[in-house]
C-alpha cells in the first residue's frame, strides 16, 4: 500500500476533504501544463471516513492506496469493452455475415463490453478508492 501523508482540508458529516500536494517529480516534468501538476499545487479530494467526527481541519493523516488499484482500475476500463469488440468480430465472421455486419457486431460488441466496464466499475469503486489509513504523525 502506497501511503501519503495529507492535511484535512474540510470535515462535512461522513465526508472527509484532503488537501494533497503535487508530487516532487512534478517539478521536472515537461507535460505539467497539461496533467495540472504544477509544483506547489493542492489537489483536494472528498473521501467518506468513518473516523470524520473525530478530525479536524488541519490535522494531519494518512491517505493509502493499494499498489494494485490503478492496474485493476485500467484493466477494468480497457479489456471488457476490447472483450466485447473481439468477441463481436469474431461471432459475425462465425456466422458468415458481410463485412458491414461484422462491423456492426463488432461495435455492438464493444458498447456491449463498456456496459459491463461500467457496471463493474461502480460494484468495485471503493476497492481501488484512496482511503484514510490513520492519523499522519
Known sequence: MTVRDTRV???????????VD???????CR????????P???HQLELPAAQAASLQPGDLVALGIDDDAPLRAVM???????????????????AGLP???VLACGGSGLCFG???ARLLAGHWRDSWR?????SGD
Do not use: E, K
Open 9 to 19: 482540508v474540510q470535515v462535512d458529516g461522513t465526508r472527509v476533504t484532503v488537501g
Open 22 to 28: 503535487s508530487a516532487p517529480a512534478c517539478s521536472g
Open 31 to 38: 507535460s505539467q501544463t497539461v496533467c495540472g501538476s504544477a
Open 40 to 42: 506547489n499545487t493542492l
Open 76 to 94: 477494468l476500463a480497457y479489456l471488457p469493452p476490447l472483450a466485447g469488440l473481439l468477441g463481436g468480430i469474431g461471432a459475425g465472421s462465425v
Open 99 to 101: 463485412d458491414v455486419a
Open 114 to 116: 463498456a456496459v459491463i
Open 130 to 134: 484512496p482511503r484514510i489509513c490513520g
